[in-house]
């Protein structure tokens, strides 16, 4: 019914998942995430009891190996599920049952498990490794996520066809304004194209939402300055302090992750000048 993979990133810092399927809202039951402890994606006639469980075990330091054996040996129902878990350290692991409809089977290294059902055939799962492994380790985990998730659904994905997608990601302080460990969560629930529709979603999600590189700021002065006090103005925004009214005009926008006094990103300029 669905790929994904599970993965952590190379500083040990984030973990997620990502994952799409013919299935209507496949993020509503598929992916779990904890920040500082590890992630797990549960599909083939998933059994969501495994997401409160699988991190309750992956909270105790149990090894993702450990976790899926224990897992999936307390369940009756096991031959029929996949599932793919990573923890803080060490190898993903990812298990697949004898009765899973075919092609379906895995592939896991340091920090990954990727797995998928109902797929188009081995190449699935080997694009998304590939895709995972030559992505720089440096990059944002959510996109090396959804470049592996893509490239999964390039080679054929589900071979059912395509409905929904999902990306999650989960780091210690690093959600809105600092006071959530949620990083990315963004769903495609129904949408004949849902994996490009998730990659959209992401952009826009970073626009929004990521904090701006230091070292493209531009110090808000001389004709930076004159320019961005005359684009504020012709919006409504004329103010004798220009860092509060960027900050204002920004709150209107949804940008203030993006706001450093003093300064302006350049993002932020070229959507005002929009």
């Not at 990521?210 to 004329?238: C, F, I, Q, S």
Request: proline share 5%; net charge negative; aromatic share 4%.
């Amino acid at each position: 019914m669905t790929f994904s993979i599970v993965a952590r990133s190379a500083d040990g810092v984030a973990h997620g998942v990502a994952v799409a399927s013919k299935f209507l809202a496949v993020g509503a039951a598929v992916p779990a995430a904890e920040a500082a402890v590890g992630a797990l994606a549960t599909q083939s006639y998933a059994n969501l009891a495994y997401r409160p469980q699988g991190l309750a075990l992956l909270r105790t330091g149990t090894a993702a190996g450990d976790v899926v054996a224990g897992l999936t040996a307390a369940d009756p129902g096991r031959e029929s599920r996949q599932l793919g878990v990573v923890g803080r350290t060490g190898d993903g692991a990812t298990f697949t049952g004898a009765d899973c409809h075919g092609w379906a089977g895995g592939r896991t290294g340091d920090g990954y498990a990727i797995q998928g059902n109902i797929l188009a055939g081995p190449e699935v799962v080997a694009a998304m490794e590939t895709a995972w492994l030559s992505s720089a380790p440096s990059a944002a985990l959510a996109r090396r996520l959804l470049a592996a998730l893509r490239a999964g659904d390039g080679a054929g994905g589900d071979k059912r066809g395509r409905q929904s997608a999902a990306l999650l990601v989960v780091a210690p302080g690093q959600g809105y304004g600092g006071t959530s460990d949620v990083v990315v969560d963004l769903r495609v629930d129904d949408h004949p194209d849902p994996c490009a529709e998730l990659a959209r979603l992401l952009d826009i999600h970073t626009l929004l939402f990521d904090k701006p590189d230091p070292a493209t700021l531009l110090p808000l002065r001389d004709a930076v300055a004159d320019e961005v006090r005359a684009l504020l103005a012709a919006r409504g925004h004329a103010q004798s302090d220009l860092d509060a009214a960027l900050s204002d005009w920004a709150g209107i926008e949804n940008l203030e992750e993006r706001m450093v006094p003093g300064h302006i990103d350049p993002l932020v300029l070229t959507h005002l000048r929009t």
